[in-house]
């Protein structure tokens, strides 16, 4: 009742307040502002200082609130994650005190815009909380410190993986994600009733890529891939996007090489970008160094068996023409202990599209690249050149190459040697941030039973 009584007003004779967004405010020391944000931590000292912890997506102000400041009803009863607006003066912290920027803003208005419920995001969740509970409030669980941290940072990858291709003279293209034709296998294509026909959800943008090229020479996108992934696993998603180029006039060597540039510069740029954000979220990150170790695919399945790891199905040891499931291919990885380029998959495990390796045709020209700790990050491959090949691939595949005509049609008007490759995003954010799970770098996973919020 009190406090019902206590009104704050605005202040006209002051000088005019700017407003401002937060990381800003260290070089206005001394000025009047106004700053628009959320309660981050609301901490009360006594009957008259509330101390306001704000919050606004560019950094975090500690503000000071003092005597009516703090006495009013929404004072008393503002809760973290409130909406708020502050006018104050801009000072440095006293010695020997720390605050965020090393700055405080001494109030002398303020109001609530929005209040939060009591209790704010802890009454419904703490870091504690299991994971599903965590995940179906993500729209909460971001605006900690943490989380936010690692939505800013995956910006910056995002723009590092932007920058390289700028550097070295890519074109970006924007191809769709509602097609009528598979890359990777029918096995885990999304579809769904596209008007009168069925149409998938894309599984990569390769073959667009592939016409791109005699248009456009190097070229690259960013799009979301879909994968109707049937297991819970720490890497796989339904939909993540997927960093991928087309090269033409290539050969497989300067693949790899492409592969490597990308990969190394692109953690360069990040290391020179992000320093600050790095340390707090994984402080062991170091750029890594080329070159990069090649085994071919018949060399790891040595590998593999000599590390005593033997087949699922069988407990036999893995022969030439096995895939190399991801727990095997995770041990092998981890065992050589660096990024690694594993080629010359044979053809019957591959994609219809690959390209033979002229000396020893049970294989093609492909790719993945393999980092400790997360296993597979890219893949790529030389694509066939000829039409005939390609033909025969579709039918060792049982695709029908009637939708395919225009990516057919590539080997008549004009064909070309060309490669390209695919990367997975948010696999390679959960490398470079040093997380556990990819679904720790994603605004809102999409898995095996996941489709909220
Ligand atoms: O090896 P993949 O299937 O290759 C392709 O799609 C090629 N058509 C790409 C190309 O050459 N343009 O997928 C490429 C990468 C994988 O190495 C992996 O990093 C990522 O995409 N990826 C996934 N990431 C998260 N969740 C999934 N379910 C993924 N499936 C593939």
Avoid at 63 to 69: R, T
């Amino acid at each position: 009742a009190e406090a019902e009584k206590i009104i704050i007003q605005l202040d006209k004779t002051l000088p005019p307040a700017e407003c401002l967004k937060i990381h800003k405010l260290p070089n206005c020391i001394g000025q009047r502002v106004k700053v628009f944000g959320w309660a981050h931590h609301v901490r009360r000292q006594s009957k008259t200082l509330l101390f306001i912890v704000l919050r606004d997506g560019s950094g975090y102000l500690q503000c000071i609130l003092a005597e009516d400041l703090a006495r009013t009803k929404d004072a008393i009863l503002l809760t973290t994650e409130s909406s708020v607006c502050v006018y104050g003066k801009v000072q440095q912290v006293p010695a020997g005190k720390s605050a965020p920027g090393g700055i405080e803003l001494v109030c002398d208005y303020w109001e609530v815009i929005g209040f939060a419920p009591a209790g704010g995001v802890e009454s419904v969740l703490t870091a504690e909380s299991e994971v599903d509970l965590q995940l179906d409030n993500r729209h909460l669980v971001i605006r900690g410190q943490n989380t936010s941290n690692v939505l800013r940072i995956v910006s910056i990858i995002s723009d590092a993986f932007r920058s390289h291709y700028k550097d070295r003279a890519y074109t970006e293209i924007f191809p769709p994600t509602l097609v009528q034709t598979q890359v990777e296998g029918g096995g885990d294509l999304f579809s769904f009733a596209y008007y009168q026909e069925t149409a998938y959800l894309s599984q990569s943008s390769q073959l667009y890529l592939e016409t791109c090229i005699p248009a456009l020479g190097d070229c690259y996108c960013i799009t979301r891939s879909y994968r109707a992934e049937k297991s819970r696993t720490r890497r796989h998603l339904s939909e993540y996007n997927h960093v991928e180029a087309e090269c033409p006039f290539i050969d497989f060597d300067g693949l790899l090489d492409r592969i490597e540039d990308l990969v190394v510069d692109v953690t360069e740029r990040i290391y020179e970008n992000a320093k600050e954000l790095l340390k707090e979220i994984n402080p062991d990150f170091k750029p890594i160094k080329r070159p990069f170790k090649r085994i071919k695919y018949e060399d790891a399945i040595k590998l593999v068996n000599e590390l005593g790891l033997r087949k699922a199905k069988d407990g036999k040891p893995f022969e030439f023409g096995d895939d190399i499931p991801e727990a095997p291919e995770r041990r092998m990885i981890e065992h050589i202990g660096e990024p690694t380029f594993l080629t010359h998959f044979p053809k019957e495990l591959k994609a219809f599209y690959m390209y033979p390796t002229p000396q020893d045709p049970r294989v093609t020209d492909s790719v993945d690249l393999l980092i400790p700790g997360v296993g597979e990050i890219v893949g790529g491959s030389m694509r066939m050149t000829d039409i005939k090949p390609l033909l025969d691939g579709y039918k060792r595949e049982e695709i029908d190459s009637k939708p395919y005509y225009w990516y057919t049609q590539q080997r008549e008007y004009g064909t070309c040697p060309h490669g390209g490759y695919g990367l997975g995003f948010e696999r390679f954010c959960t490398w470079i941030l040093g997380k556990d799970h990819i679904r720790d770098v994603c605004l809102y996973p999409r898995f095996y039973g996941r489709c909220r919020p």
